[in-house]
């Protein structure tokens, strides 16, 4: 039976996540606590907005209310990378060569590794950045579409539309694939050599929570009394093809999913605090965790693959070991 190493801190956990193997929970009051040989905190930003896993570069990307970017480091220093005066920062990622990008307002920045800062504005306020898993580019979630940008080049940026609001966006690991969530209860994406649209409804809440399993076969979400989890191993992505559904609970909603690194397996996170795994090919499932205090809302495999962290929006977290 898998074991928990509960910890209870006070407030919102934004992200829960590994660096260098230990466990890190980036609350929304900005503190960031560890547990490395107990228990340790170190303050970031004034009121924490979103937070990026860099895993290059072993460090934490958080953006917040007081218009800044921060990174922490694995050894758990603080260092301020760049500012947007007065405006919220609503979205960071973190990207190659440690280049970061987030947003305020309707414009979107990347600050490359040597301080210099590019802008990017837009018509309407920037919902969520992702970088490209290959090559120095960007995308924008926004009204009506996303928009793609190369920061090192000069050129027209390239747009896809698709009426509604954009809230978040991701790639697939191949980089075939532009995947946004929307305002509506509904997925969209975009083939990305061709522009083919790809639509992804029929969830009855919004998608909060978005994971690529191993090699980008698969991309699982939340939104549903299961884990939603569209096949992409086709040309043209999951068009034509229906979802596995993974999890499903009659009296409680997927928050968080996370893909397990490297087989095909998914922990599922419920808004009751329960937390389970299950494997696609045979849909068999594991508990991990009974139910808790608040929904689950950040997940993370660690390099060994037996050890999950979360964190919970009441601020029940802790540590999943799967192996005990």
Same mark, same amino acid.
């Given at each position: ?12 956990? %934004? *992200? /829960?996540?590994?660096?260098?193997? $230990?466990? !890190?929970? #980036?609350?929304?009051?900005?503190? =960031?606590?560890?547990? &490395? ?54 979205? %960071? *990622? /973190?990207?190659?060569?440690?280049? $970061?990008? !987030?947003? #305020?307002?309707?414009?979107?920045? =990347?600050?490359?590794? &040597? ?210």
């Amino acid at each position: 039976m898998p074991t928990v190493a509960p910890l209870d801190l006070e407030g919102h956990c %934004v *992200a /829960a996540v590994f660096l260098n193997d $230990v466990p !890190f929970f #980036a609350m929304a009051d900005g503190a =960031v606590h560890r547990l &490395d040989h107990g228990h340790k905190t170190v303050q970031a930003n004034d009121g924490l907005l979103a937070v990026a896993h860099d895993e290059t570069n072993k460090r934490l990307v958080t953006g917040g209310e007081d218009g800044k970017v921060f990174a922490v480091k694995a050894d758990g220093t603080a260092e301020e990378l760049a500012s947007a005066g007065r405006k919220w920062i609503t979205s %960071v *990622a /973190a990207g190659p060569q440690g280049a $970061v990008a !987030f947003g #305020a307002g309707r414009s979107a920045f =990347v600050r490359f590794n &040597d301080g210099k800062v590019k802008e990017f504005t837009h018509p309407r306020s920037v919902e969520g950045v992702a970088f490209a898993p290959k090559g120095l580019r960007i995308a924008v979630a926004r009204y009506n579409g996303a928009t793609l940008h190369f920061p090192a080049a000069e050129g027209k940026p390239v747009e896809l539309e698709w009426a509604g609001a954009h809230t978040g966006v991701t790639f697939s690991p191949d980089g075939n694939f532009l995947v946004t969530t929307m305002q509506e209860n509904a997925l969209h994406g975009w083939k990305l050599a061709d522009g083919k649209h790809m639509r992804m409804s029929g969830y009855p809440a919004k998608v909060k929570s978005l994971s690529w399993a191993a090699k980008g076969r698969w991309l699982a979400s939340s939104g549903a009394p299961a884990a939603i989890v569209w096949p992409f191993q086709a040309k043209d992505g999951p068009m034509g093809k229906a979802p596995l559904e993974l999890g499903t609970r009659g009296d409680a909603m997927v928050t968080c999913v996370a893909c397990h690194p490297s087989q095909e397996v998914v922990a599922i996170g419920y808004d009751d605090g329960m937390v389970l795994a299950s494997r696609f090919a045979d849909q068999k499932e594991v508990l991990l965790r009974r139910p808790g205090k608040g929904a689950v809302n950040s997940m993370m495999w660690d390099r060994e693959e037996r050890r999950i962290v979360f964190g919970s929006a009441a601020g029940d977290c802790g540590v999943i070991d799967i192996a005990a």
